[in-house]
């Protein structure tokens, strides 16, 4: 038993916007795997840890003995980098799954070098697919369509999404059962999310009934600045506990691990930034939305 599950539930501890943090304890191993449970990362601004949350939620999410396939759903294949694997070179991808009928997943899935972490790769051929899409029947259910064969082989699915609202996003927001939205500590990242969260209503009502929001992040929060501090409080105010209690740090070790192609749990997997992923893995478990 590790000395977590000996805690209270409420840590004597506050969250970064007052709130009692609650101890999320490492979550049970499972008996038997899938149907996985698809969350799509999506915030239409660019930069905000999307990519960096995918790999990191997912890479912690399989230490927990979780099943997890990363959808690299972004043309410019960042979470296939992130991963060691050079997207570029091959010539079957998440692009081939999408344009021709018969392509094979399974033939097109890569495994990682973390143990249960698997990879749909991407690289820039997705771009194209944005526009031969539109011509499509049912268009914005292809991604739902072709991740369908693989579902009960995973306990979980991250789509890594663009930082647009196009095509491609609706694709993923039509796949998922639920949404977490990675929100950058600064002054600005509340532009853009009410525009977010109508796109997901709309998604809601017309293409996809279960789609939920499972939670905002709040990425790169430094404590010692008074700036980072407001702008949880703000989002906290304008979403209440759709603000999720585990913010992420920023730290250089995140650039760092995605130059050396690894989570940040296996590149420094006793940096806080590794914890915090960990912490933000056992909470969504705690929610309900992870196995
Ligand atoms: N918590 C953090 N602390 C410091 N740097 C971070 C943190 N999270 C992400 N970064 C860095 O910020 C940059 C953008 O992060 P990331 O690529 O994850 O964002 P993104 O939302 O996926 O971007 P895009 O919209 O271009 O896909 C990267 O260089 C990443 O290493
Ligand atoms: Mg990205």
Same mark, same amino acid.
């Given at each position: 038993?590790?000395?977590?599950?000996?805690?209270?539930?409420?840590?004597?501890?506050?969250?970064?916007?007052?709130?009692?943090?609650?101890?999320?304890?490492?979550?049970?191993?499972?008996?038997?795997?899938? &149907? @996985?449970? =698809?969350?799509?990362?999506?915030?239409?601004?660019?930069? +905000? /840890?999307?990519?960096?949350?995918?790999?990191? %939620? !997912?890479?912690?999410?399989?230490?927990?003995?979780?099943?997890?396939?990363?959808?690299?759903?972004?043309?410019?294949?960042?979470?296939?980098?992130?991963?060691?694997?050079?997207?570029?070179?091959?010539?079957?991808?998440?692009?081939?799954?999408?344009?021709?009928?018969?392509?094979?997943?399974?033939?097109?899935?890569?495994?990682?070098?973390?143990?249960?972490?698997?990879?749909? &790769? @991407?690289? =820039?051929?997705?771009?194209?697919?944005?526009?031969?899409? +539109? /011509?499509?029947?049912?268009?914005?259910?292809? %991604? !739902?369509?072709?991740?369908?064969?693989?579902?009960?082989?995973?306990?979980?699915?991250?789509?890594?999404?663009?930082?647009?609202?196009?095509?491609?996003?609706?694709?993923?927001?039509?796949?998922?059962?639920?949404?977490?939205?990675?929100?950058?500590?600064?002054?600005?990242?509340?532009?853009?999310?009410?525009?977010?969260?109508?796109?997901?209503?709309?998604?809601?009502?017309?293409?996809?009934?279960?789609?939920?929001?499972?939670?905002?992040?709040?990425?790169?929060?430094?404590?010692?600045?008074?700036?980072?501090?407001?702008?949880?409080?703000?989002?906290?105010?304008?979403?209440?506990?759709?603000?999720?209690?585990?913010?992420?740090?920023?730290?250089?070790?995140?650039?760092?691990?995605?130059?050396?192609?690894?989570?940040?749990?296996?590149?420094?997997?006793?940096?806080?930034?590794?914890?915090?992923?960990?912490?933000?893995?056992?909470?969504?478990?705690?929610?309900?939305?992870?196995?």
């Amino acid at each position: 038993m590790n000395s977590q599950a000996q805690n209270p539930v409420l840590s004597a501890t506050l969250d970064a916007v007052g709130r009692p943090l609650p101890v999320f304890r490492a979550p049970a191993p499972l008996a038997s795997h899938g &149907p @996985a449970r =698809i969350i799509a990362m999506c915030n239409q601004k660019g930069g +905000v /840890g999307k990519t960096t949350t995918t790999i990191n %939620l !997912a890479a912690a999410l399989a230490e927990y003995g979780r099943r997890v396939l990363i959808v690299d759903f972004d043309p410019q294949g960042a979470a296939s980098v992130g991963l060691g694997i050079n997207a570029h070179e091959l010539d079957q991808t998440i692009y081939n799954l999408l344009m021709e009928r018969g392509a094979d997943i399974r033939s097109i899935i890569r495994q990682t070098a973390v143990e249960n972490l698997d990879l749909l &790769p @991407a690289n =820039i051929d997705l771009s194209a697919a944005e526009v031969q899409l +539109v /011509g499509e029947v049912a268009r914005e259910n292809v %991604l !739902a369509r072709v991740l369908r064969p693989v579902l009960d082989d995973y306990d979980v699915v991250l789509i890594d999404c663009q930082p647009s609202l196009g095509l491609l996003t609706v694709n993923a927001l039509t796949a998922a059962h639920g949404v977490v939205i990675p929100l950058e500590c600064e002054f600005f990242a509340l532009r853009g999310v009410a525009l977010l969260i109508e796109t997901i209503d709309k998604v809601r009502d017309r293409l996809n009934p279960r789609l939920e929001v499972d939670g905002i992040v709040a990425t790169m929060y430094d404590p010692r600045t008074l700036h980072s501090r407001e702008v949880v409080q703000r989002v906290h105010e304008a979403f209440g506990d759709r603000l999720m209690h585990t913010v992420i740090g920023r730290t250089v070790k995140f650039p760092d691990a995605s130059v050396a192609a690894e989570p940040i749990t296996t590149y420094a997997p006793h940096h806080s930034g590794a914890a915090a992923y960990r912490q933000l893995a056992r909470e969504l478990v705690a929610r309900g939305d992870a196995a």
